[in-house]
């Protein structure tokens, strides 16, 4: 049973730094593209990074420069490291995947649709 479990959420001011974890379980997460989307209240969720098998990312041009994604294969655990955040970066994080082997750029565009979802994360940044 595919299981993800999303922390590290929390609350920072405007040019500061988080990191958000999931730990992946009931699957070999190193052998599928992952990545993270993201909801703020009242808009549609959107796809913030992607990596894939081969180590490859992608990242939605809002982030690109400031977040980066890695995964530890050893601990089952993917990662997204936040830096220089802004208030637009306020939103509920969610770890995705869908067992599929897509290319990372290509994943980035459809990763609100993948079927597995962790509960969330919170992250609220202010000014």
């Known amino acids: 049973q595919v299981q993800l479990a999303e922390s590290g959420g929390g609350s920072v001011q405007a040019g500061g730094s988080l990191r958000v974890s999931c730990a992946a379980s009931?699957?070999?997460?190193?052998?599928?593209?992952m990545g993270w989307i993201r909801q703020a209240p009242g808009k549609e969720s959107e796809g913030v990074a992607a990596i894939d098998s081969d180590g490859s990312t992608g990242y939605t041009d809002a982030v690109k420069g400031r977040f980066t994604i890695s995964r530890d294969n050893v601990k089952n655990t993917l990662y997204l490291e936040m830096n220089s955040l802004k208030p637009e970066d306020t939103a509920m994080y969610y770890c995705?995947?869908?067992?599929?082997?897509?290319?990372?750029?290509?994943?980035?565009?459809?990763?609100?649709?993948?079927?597995?979802r962790g509960q969330g994360t919170q992250v609220t940044v202010s000014t």
């Open positions: 009931g699957y070999t997460s190193r052998s599928y593209t």
């Open positions: 995705v995947t869908a067992l599929n082997r897509m290319i990372a750029i290509q994943a980035l565009r459809v990763l609100h649709r993948f079927a597995y």
